[in-house]
């Protein structure tokens, strides 16, 4: 019997991302990140002035965000997001 231990680690980080990290994080352009976000798809930001022309996301939900979409083996899975799917002509 294997008797590995394994260590999880709870992030309980209240760091904020700008955009420009979230969409290196996330590997999409700009335009998908804020449709996702209108969709409920992904975490809405946090304003950062009064007028909301500053926004950051909480890096915690946005890796929960990550952890929580399933690994591929090798091609796209657009299920999760079908109005992101290539369209048939």
Avoid at 74 to 82: H, I, L, P, R
């Amino acid at each position: 019997m294997d008797h590995m231990m394994t260590t999880v680690t709870t992030s309980t980080s209240t760091r904020l991302l700008r955009l420009r990290e979230v969409l290196h994080r996330i590997g999409v352009g700009r335009t998908t990140l804020y449709r996702w976000v209108r969709l409920g798809q992904f975490p809405r930001p946090r304003s950062l002035t009064p007028n909301g022309s500053t926004v950051a996301w909480m890096e915690a939900e946005v890796e929960a965000w990550i952890t929580s979409k399933p690994a591929t083996s090798g091609g796209t899975s657009w299920g999760t997001f079908a109005s992101d799917a290539p369209q048939a002509a």
